[in-house]
């Protein structure tokens, strides 16, 4: 596949400023980027360069992209924003500050834990507060809580220092005092949360000059992909990593595709900032490689003219039904789809017809669910493509590998520590610093009603034993899967084999992770495989083969043959939050980014009325992009 002209030159720019390439949907962004890391490696000697994505999966991608080239591993460090901050902390953290096995709080009640307890510490009977029996009551003190929480991450985001807080939360009362003590309570307990990591990196790389400079002169180079997306800390993560020495840096990214807002995204950093702050060369691509006549005619009713059709671009075809029910629109979906898979070909789809060129797209996952009901019914296979981060396991075994791990890398973590001692009915300790903490719950949970009281003293003795700089975790996997396969031959009782089964599945998917961890060459210690899992880095994608169902965000930059675009009603898409003139943009901006996904041929669907989860029907209005895209 050829490079077109304009391409090309992007491509092969010299190394010595700033490239910026704005461009529409499909029109080559990342495969232009990957082509110039393709360049570089062959044409300058040594260098490295860093490749950022906003998503594991679109770093694998890049990866799989790039396989065909020499000294891939050596010279290209591709990760998405937060796993490149995060192995700079792991390796110089402690010259900030950070104990060494800092712990990464990426799921949200337990920094909700930290949090209410960085008010118990401060005098606030937060407990009291939160007991009340009426539920609409609690839940509205519970919000309260979680916008403190939001507040919080917007202070880090947007690297807000007191008087930016208060000013950008007035009614607030003590918001600044509050953030400190959460912090100070995070800390306390070894650990950071998601946010921080590109705060503390930042600071890192400016603070230590001598650190940043390590990773210039290594990398020399920097690409970054959908940067329409970037948001405040993360572009300035990446201007501390350049400083002024590296100036070549390639920003590839569509305006008209920002979608993150609710994170703090603005296209302004790549429009704006980056000519400012770079010296920096602007090339726009408008020709459209992906999609059919069709489907950018589409694309181009929401976005006028933001597409040119390429000159051999084959018809393709557009597609809208409107439906009764949600049920109706569902088993239309499921009977289009075994008529595609029984055509086996068409002559605009390369290859054969089959559920791995399709794609369900929908604006939130609530919307799948009767499509759920007659896919299943209609013995289509399909996967759900889930957000990255791991699931939590559901066995006390599985757990107890989980939180154990956390707590051997970090005693003082008293989250994990404590819902350890709850689920083993173990009375917590009072100091939190004990590094023989595992071996006393070891002995201590052999006499309590727990499953399997031996097993899992055993596990925590193993998890103690481990050597966190060089963990031989495929001998302990191999010592507790044979253990546990033998005791569920032994055992008759139905929900502990069930128990055991799930325990084994956990430990067998544990195994998984970690051989993954080190066939991707990312570390070797305990601690850094548990970041590693933390960011969702090692999180196994089901959804490459297969019928896929996806909510807009996560289908970003990706592609199918075909696309159902569901569910398109007023109050679902655009989603009933968006009121303001600037929410609707972004709302059109992800219809948008659904529509560009297809490469051939677009289904859209809407029902006339829909179930509330309270039982009762509504009806629906189509949505305004539909009435756009038929104008
Ligand atoms: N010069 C070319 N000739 C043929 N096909 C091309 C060319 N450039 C890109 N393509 C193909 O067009 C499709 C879109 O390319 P790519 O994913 O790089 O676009 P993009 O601009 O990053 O898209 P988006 O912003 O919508 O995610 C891919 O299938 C790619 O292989």
New binding site residues.
Partial sequence: ????AE?QVIVEMPTNFGIQVL????????????ERIGFILSTVKKEGIIALTFTNKAAEEMADRLARNEHLDDRVWIGTIHSVAQRVLEQYGHSIGLPSNFQIYERDKDRMEVFLQSLREDGVDIDEYLNVEDQKQLRGREKVLQNYMNGFSVIKRELMDEEQALAHFPDTPNVWKIYQDYQEALLASGGIDYDDILVFAHKLLLRQEWIADIYRAKYKHLCV??AQDLNRIQYEFIKALCGSKIQSVLM???PH?MIYGFNGSSSEYLCERFVVDFNVKTFH?K????STRAVIRAANKLKHNSSKE?EFAVEGSLRIESFETETDEANWITSTINCILELHSHEEIEGELSLDNIVVIARNRFVFSKLEEALSAANIAYSLRKSERGEEPSSLFGKVLDYGIRVKLNPKDWVDGKKLCSLLSISPPLDWTDSDILSNWSRQVLDKPVHFPEIQSKLLQAIHDIDSEAPNIRKLVKSFDAALSSLSEQISDENQKLELERSIEELRYFMSLWTRFKSKGIGSTLGAFRNANALGQLAIDTSNSGLTLSTVHTM????KDIVFLIGMCEGVFPDYRASQKKQIEEERNAAF?AV??A?RWLYITYPKQRMMPWGSTKFQVKSRFVEEIES
Avoid at 556 to 559: F, I, S, V
């Fill in positions: 596949m050829m490079l077109s391409q461009a529409s949907a499909g029109s080559g962004k990342t495969r232009v980027l990957t992909d959908e590839v990214g569509d595709q691509l020709e459209n490689y992906r390429h970003k930059g990706l592609e980014v560009t996904r490469r």
